[in-house]
């Protein structure tokens, strides 16, 4: 059976404070990075899938994201899926 990798990357949705970022922010400013303008921190999650076609296993990255990696209520994701 062929192996995928898919990446699934968590964000905050554009409504929802991010303090993390926020405290990154600061952090840079700090540190003299003053081009930067704004940060929002997420999460990222690398999966090694056994599945039998490329739209399979996108199909469970998706699901995966949906019911297990994002909170639907604060947070998007979204799904990159590539062949190994």
């Known amino acids: 059976m062929p192996q995928y990798r ?3 990357t ?3 949705r554009p409504s929802i404070l991010d303090p993390q970022g926020k405290a ?3 952090a840079a400013e700090g ?7 704004s940060v929002r921190v997420g999460k990222v ?3 090694n899938l056994d599945a039998a076609t490329l739209s399979e296993a996108v199909c469970l ?3 995966l994201g949906q019911k297990l ?3 639907p209520v604060m947070e998007d994701f979204s799904v990159d899926v590539v062949e190994l």
């Open 6 to 8: 898919a990446r699934v």
């Open 10 to 12: 968590v964000t905050l």
């Open 24 to 26: 990154v922010l600061h």
């Open 31 to 37: 540190l003299g990075f003053d081009g930067v303008q």
């Open 45 to 47: 999650a690398d999966l």
């Open 61 to 63: 990255a998706q699901d």
């Open 69 to 71: 990696l994002a909170n």
